[in-house]
């Protein structure tokens, strides 16, 4: 009978199921939404009752028509930096607070005053901050005492659904690390932090490597879950790292960019890297004892995507185009400007910022703008800003490596005009995956795979995986672009002050 693998992406609108067979074929991909509240203008909720009903009617789906005792494991890669509360026995004692809540910055506030900035950054390789789980719990014990009087443990999303299926309470280093009270270079929750806070450590589960067999699935929840009893359930990783692994990105300097609504880039590293300005951060890498040295913007597809319904609001260019080739046609719009979209600068600050900024208070701007401009200028030049603000993060993570190839993921990595100008930026060679939008699903099934001893360790990347096609810089337009970029910066510095002032207004 052939093995097969179940990956389970439980992401932040849905669980994306994906069937994998043992030589990494892509069988069958399943996804399953749900809600999410946002009140009050910085909070973000979830019922974890909704991931395991999504969980449970995926696997149903994914799996029909087959036998379930053919699946050698199950994994995850799952959204990560949450706040799961549940009691001993693993009932959710409230709706599980997810990573875009940033309500707890009272509590982000405590931790910069009791904690010095850059020992904190190094104990856990991230800035404190309200989007990690850590100030969401302190929010939980300052606000709902009830609740925290009952609390026994703090999971991740896909470390609930674990426990719904093994009945143990686990997680991993990289979901780990996306807490704010983990220390990335012992693997272990950091005594200095949770002890200077008062927060047992106890609290939080025990993590282990992604790799690690967290238990098989139970009798009570075989029939219910879709899966067969006793099946292998492996930990998985948080979906940033997933896709670092479905990327390819398995060897010490392998960089990847993930290009979606938002976008980061990270490298594999024996070691984190420690920003002197610390605008970017580490995880806990899926592969044991390696680290992700990350950076992560906000608004990259989301900031082509804006500019895209201003100018188009749906109609095409060229009516005679069919309405499902729109990209297309931007594209033909886009390569008709030339490098610097004649004199057009983007800030892509349309959310914020984090990294290389780290500044909630920047904002958006087309800088140059004249009657001369058409569509195809403006949206080179919101490519063009996205991909050097990029660069800034490139050179900080991947300071050092020798390595000059970047491996592209995510949806923005399907225009070869967006890539190519990416190439040009990087003055790097970017290589084009085949997979675009099922890297965090591969690295999911990866573990799975590794963990139940069907593969040896994470190289069998490569046959789930290919290179579609490999993106070169042009050498003329890179040194164009050299000139572009030193203004890209002047003018966001010299726009940071406006920022600050419009904030106030």
Same mark, same amino acid.
């Given at each position: 009978? =052939?093995?097969?693998?179940? $990956? ?121 901050? $309200? ?26 999303? =896909? ?21 704010? $009270? ?26 282990? &490597? ?8 139970? =009798? ?67 592969? &044991? ?66 990294? &290389?900024?780290?500044? &909630? ?28 603000? +990029? ?31 990416? $190439? ?5 060679? +970017?290589?084009?995956?085949?997979? +675009? ?69």
């Amino acid at each position: 009978m =052939k093995t097969y693998l179940i $990956a389970h992406d439980l992401g932040t609108t849905g669980d994306k199921a994906t069937l994998f067979s043992e030589d990494g074929e892509l069988i069958r991909s399943v996804t399953k939404s749900y809600p999410t509240d946002f009140f009050s203008g910085n909070s973000a909720e979830q019922d974890p009752d909704d991931w395991w009903a999504a969980f449970c009617r995926a696997n149903h789906e994914l799996l029909e028509g087959m036998d379930p005792f053919c699946i050698a494991a199950v994994s995850f890669s799952g959204q990560m930096m949450g706040c799961v509360a549940v009691d001993r026995g693993g009932v959710p004692l409230r709706k599980a607070i997810i990573w875009a809540d940033t309500r707890s910055s009272a509590q982000e506030k405590l931790l910069r005053e009791r904690f010095d900035p850059v020992e904190f950054y190094h104990i856990t390789g991230h800035r404190p901050s $309200a989007s990690y789980s850590l100030a969401k719990l302190l929010w939980i014990r300052d606000n709902e005492k009830g609740v925290y009087s009952r609390l026994y443990k703090v999971l991740q999303p =896909k470390d609930y659904i674990i426990y719904k299926l093994t009945g143990c309470f686990v997680t991993d280093f990289s979901d780990a690390s996306g807490t704010n $009270a983990f220390d990335i270079r012992s693997f272990c929750w950091s005594e200095r932090i949770l002890g200077q806070l008062a927060i047992p450590s106890e609290l939080f589960p025990e993590a282990y &490597p992604s790799t690690k067999a967290a238990g098989k699935i139970l =009798k009570s929840v075989a029939a219910e879950s879709g899966l067969a009893a006793g099946t292998l359930v492996v930990i998985g990783g948080g979906d940033g790292v997933c896709a670092a692994v479905g990327s390819g990105a398995v060897e010490e300097g392998d960089v990847y960019n993930y290009l979606g609504s938002s976008s980061w880039i990270s490298v594999t590293s024996e070691q984190p890297v420690f920003d002197d300005s610390m605008r970017t951060f580490n995880w806990a890498h899926m592969l &044991p004892g390696k680290f992700s040295p990350t950076g992560t913007m906000q608004a990259a597809g989301n900031s082509y995507s804006f500019v895209k319904n201003l100018l188009y609001d749906g109609r095409l260019p060229d009516e005679s185009a069919q309405k499902n080739d729109i990209y297309g046609q931007m594209d033909v719009e886009m390569k008709k400007s030339v490098v610097g979209a004649n004199g057009l600068l983007f800030l892509p600050y349309l959310l914020g910022e984090r990294s &290389p900024r780290w500044n &909630p208070r920047a904002r958006g701007a087309f800088i140059g703008l004249s009657m001369e401009h058409n569509r195809g200028d403006l949206l080179r030049s919101a490519v063009e800003g996205i991909a050097m603000n +990029l660069e800034i993060i490139l050179k900080i993570v991947n300071h050092g490596s020798k390595k000059m190839q970047v491996r592209l993921i995510g949806g923005l990595a399907q225009s070869k005009v967006i890539c190519q100008i990416l $190439a040009d930026v990087f003055e790097t060679t +970017l290589a084009r995956m085949t997979h +675009l939008e099922e890297a965090t699903s591969i690295g999911a099934a990866v573990a799975a795979g590794v963990g139940c001893g069907l593969y040896r360790d994470f190289s069998v990347v490569d046959s789930f995986i290919h290179i579609a096609d490999m993106v070169l810089p042009n050498p003329a337009d890179a040194a164009k672009y050299r000139e572009i970029k030193c203004l890209f910066e002047e003018a966001y510095q010299a726009l940071s002050d406006v920022f600050d002032k419009q904030y106030k207004i």
